[in-house]
Each structure stands twice: as structure tokens, then as C-alpha cells.
């Protein structure tokens, strides 16, 4: 309904700001890490926004950047995690550090963020990992993670055209392992896993 709101910021508070516009008080929640980087109040803010509509609530969230809004959305699209769970995330990882996690399968990292356990990192990577690798819904500059997805597309691209000639994952995860595909190919990478199993 709202895709963004401009106005003067009169409220700092823990977790939410407050946006009069022409005499209209916004309470927007947000992360604390965002809310940090807001101007004073009594400056003029743009806020990206999100309206959560719930059968006894409806909240508005708030985001500085369209890259923080498009992570929230897919977030909550994640079975389990809902919008105050997404905002707490947003507060300790950055969207493009968040992508790199999910798109590399690093546990590790996505567990350090409060509310993800290891089981709901798996699912966030396990309901998130394909849907990041599309240049929709990651559109970044941090050249990591656009380097991270270009890896990840060109090795599943080669898992799957080798497993399709009857070699198993494992098998191919193993010789991938020993190939540097950064200047590569998916065809090279292909060549080069047929010459290690062919051996």
C-alpha cells in the first residue's frame, strides 16, 4: 500500500520511529541498526516501507534502502520467521553479508544472528539459497556476493549436466572441490570434472 514515507522525523525510540507527514504521525518499526543511521529528528527522512497486515494488527516496518526492504520480504517468506523476528535479523547482518551466508551455505554465520538456531539456518538456506541467486532479488554492490552467485550458478549448472551423465554428487563434489572455476566456463568446469573422473 505504502512503498515509501517522506516526512519530518519526530520520534527516535529502541525499536520504531515516528514520521509526521502534513500532520500525520507514522509509527514505523525498524531495526536498531537502522534507526541509528537515521538523521536527528526534526530532518526530513525517506522511508521505505512495509505494511504487515495481521486479523488483530497492522504494523508499518521501515527500511533505509530498497536492498533491506527486498531481504525483509524474502525473510518472512520463510517458514517460521515473521516480521519482528526478520527486523531483530536485519539488526545484527547486513543484506549483502545475509545473501553471502545463505548463497555459500555458511551455517556458521546465519547462527550468530539472534533468533536462528541451526535448524532454522538450514531452512532459511534451504528456502532462500534459489531464490537469491536471481539478480531480482539480490541487487547489490557488494561485488562478494555478486561474485558468490555467478560461483554458485556456474557449479550447480556443472553438478547437474555431470550428474545427468551418471556421475553422483558426492562423486562430482569431490573433483569440483580440486578446480578453480573463478576464470572458468560451466563448459570448462565440465571438461575439466571429465578428465578428473575419467581418470
Request: aromatic share 6%.
Amino acid at each position: 500500500m505504502f512503498s515509501y514515507i517522506k516526512g519530518t522525523l519526530e520520534v527516535k525510540s529502541l525499536n520504531y520511529i515516528v514520521v509526521d507527514v502534513n500532520g500525520i504521525g507514522f509509527k514505523i518499526f525498524m531495526s536498531q541498526s537502522a534507526i541509528q543511521r537515521l538523521e536527528e529528528t526534526g530532518k526530513i527522512v525517506k522511508i521505505y516501507t512495509y505494511m504487515n497486515v495481521k486479523e488483530d494488527e497492522l504494523s508499518l516496518y521501515g527500511f533505509i534502502t530498497n536492498e533491506e526492504l527486498r531481504m525483509f520480504e524474502l525473510l518472512i517468506g520463510v517458514s517460521g520467521v515473521g516480521a519482528k523476528s526478520a527486523i531483530t535479523m536485519l539488526s545484527s547482518i547486513t543484506p549483502s553479508k545475509f545473501a553471502l551466508a545463505v548463497i555459500s551455505n555458511d551455517v556458521k554465520t546465519l547462527t550468530k544472528v539472534p533468533g536462528i538456531g541451526t535448524k532454522s539456518a538450514q531452512r532459511i538456506i534451504l528456502e532462500l539459497k534459489d531464490k537469491l541467486k536471481t539478480e531480482d532479488a539480490v541487487q547489490t554492490n557488494d561485488v562478494e556476493v555478486a561474485t558468490k552467485i555467478v560461483e554458485s550458478n556456474k557449479l550447480e549448472e556443472a553438478v547437474q549436466a555431470l550428474k545427468v551423465l551418471g556421475y553422483t554428487r558426492q562423486e562430482i563434489e569431490s573433483v569440483l572441490s580440486k578446480i578453480d572455476i573463478n576464470s572458468l566456463t560451466v563448459e570448462d568446469i565440465i571438461r575439466k570434472a571429465l578428465s578428473f573422473l575419467g581418470m
